[in-house]
């Protein structure tokens, strides 16, 4: 039974498969890539990277355990003093199978198998382009489309006038000649204050008009009535008479 036994035979024994992928690891890494069938390339990418792997360390250990698997001298000295050298960022995947479609003649899957690396083509590094998401601000207010669109429409592109700059001519100021005033000196003579003397004041007679008066109305006074007044009063006339005549 071939339970869990997955390893592809090839149609080849077990060391006839052995040589073959040899050849082909030692191939590969002094060619760095080569062109095989679909699942001889797939079979020789399980051979060929734990191998890779193994030369990453350089020791007497891991030459002699690599040695035996390629079995040749040549191409383990260049896995390990150029292909690891290159490869030694790489945490895996050291190898790459691009089909190149089928074979004339039995019409079987080609495919070239090569070292990551050294493909110049594919290995170019790309600008990282690093995308700067914004974050669109939400409006309160809504702006209806109507009153956007009247106002792009409302605005004119204006060009700007081209200014000239104005000439100014210097005007020719002729020097005024200022002349120095004579100055005299003033001679102050103290002035003599002379009493004021007072003339008399004839007042004039002021011409008075007469005024004129004007009749006032005198009422009758009506005189009261012998009948009215008191008896008293004409006795006590009659006593102070008497009292002068004596």
């Known amino acids: ?31 760095k890539s080569i062109n095989t069938t679909l699942a001889k390339a797939k079979a020789l990418k399980l051979f060929i990277e734990p191998i890779i792997t193994k030369s990453k360390t350089d020791s007497t250990h891991n030459r002699r355990i690599v040695f035996k698997y390629l079995r040749n001298k040549y191409a383990v000295t260049e896995l390990f003093r ?42 170019q590094s790309k600008p990282e382009s690093r995308r700067r998401r914004r974050r ?60 004021a003397e007072e003339a008399p004041v004839e007042l004039a007679p002021a011409d008075e008009a007469p005024a004129e008066e004007t009749p006032v109305e005198e009422a009758p006074v009506e005189e009261a009535t012998a009948e009215n007044s008191d008896p008293s009063e004409d006795l006590n006339d009659e006593d102070g008479k008497q009292k002068k005549e004596n």
């Open 1 to 31: 039974m071939r339970h869990r036994k997955k390893n592809p035979h090839l149609g080849r024994k077990r060391g006839h498969r052995k040589y073959m992928l040899a050849n082909m690891g030692s191939s590969l890494i002094e060619h």
């Open 82 to 123: 150029e292909v690891a050298v290159k490869i030694g960022d790489r945490p895996g995947g050291y190898t790459r199978i691009i089909k190149l479609g089928n074979r004339s003649g039995d019409n079987a899957d080609m495919a070239m198998i090569e070292l990551v690396d050294y493909n110049e083509l594919y290995s």
């Open 136 to 195: 669109k601000k939400k409006s309160t207010e809504k702006i209806p489309s109507e009153l956007a669109n009247a106002a792009d429409e409302a605005t004119v592109e204006v060009p700007p006038a081209e200014e000239t700059p104005a000439e100014e001519t210097p005007a020719d100021e002729a020097p005024v000649e200022v002349a120095p005033a004579d100055e005299a000196p003033a001679n102050e003579a103290p002035a003599e204050e002379a009493p």
